[in-house]
């Protein structure tokens, strides 16, 4: 099956620091990638939805200032937390969606914590 | 609308018996509903799939069965492993309206007991 792959794998921050989560399809071209959150024994929760070479779609109630996405080639989609709070702590997850694919492969998700 | 309700939330089964994981959603639009697998600290991975043309995919010892009528599609995991202690998510999604958006149901925690 499709590879994505997700870095890193966790991050301790402290709080008012930005970081960045990269997501990469590695043997295919991803169109289209999603970010989720997913708190503990929660399902996951769309945050995002990125096109390669345009802008990410946000779902309600999402601060697009604070959960910057960029997609910037078909094997790329990162996301970056500006100014980390306690609160921003969470495991994010992507995902990438191939050509002509209904088959969401997913990456094995980032853990957040910011102190 | 949007909608994907899975029960149980938690299911406990003896090693060798049949668990069951049962999904109800509302919109008829929805033409795809995958399964995924997802252990502790991992990404969800997908299972099984299966569109609303079928009543019933298998892959090995995983089955969908899936009710148009009813608007419903439940996951069958046969002889069940320790091994397949996990959470289980459904999900549904509509490709061509929504750009592959999945809509996950609330998750199943599995434990398989030996």
């Known amino acids: 099956g499709a590879v994505v792959s997700q870095h890193p794998s966790w991050v301790i921050c402290k709080s008012g620091t930005s970081v960045k989560i990269e997501c990469r399809s590695l043997d295919f071209q991803a169109t289209t990638m999603f970010w989720y959150r997913q708190f503990p024994k929660q399902s996951l929760m769309l945050m995002a939805t990125s096109n390669e070479g345009s802008k990410a779609t946000y779902e309600q109630g999402v601060e697009k200032d604070k959960f910057l996405i960029n997609h910037a080639s078909l094997t790329l989609s990162t996301l970056t937390v500006t100014s980390a709070h306690p609160e921003d702590s969470s495991f994010y997850i992507c995902?990438?969606?191939?050509?002509?694919?209904?088959?969401?492969?997913f990456g094995a998700g980032t853990r957040l914590s910011v102190l | 609308q949007q909608q994907v309700k899975q029960s149980p939330q938690s299911l406990i089964v003896q090693k060798g018996g049949i668990s069951i994981i049962n999904c109800a959603y509302e919109n008829t639009a929805f033409d795809y509903f995958p399964w995924y697998q997802q252990f502790p600290g991992k990404g969800p991975a997908l299972l099984i799939a299966i569109r609303p043309d079928v009543s019933e995919k298998k892959e090995g010892r995983f089955t969908i069965s899936f009710n148009k009528s009813a608007k419903q599609f439940s996951l069958h995991i046969m002889d069940s492993q320790p091994g397949d202690s996990a959470t289980y998510f459904c999900a549904a999604s509509y490709r061509y309206n929504q750009g592959g958006k999945l809509i996950f149901g609330q998750g199943t925690e599995l434990s398989v007991k030996p």
């Open positions: 995902s990438a969606l191939g050509t002509g694919d209904d088959i969401q492969y």
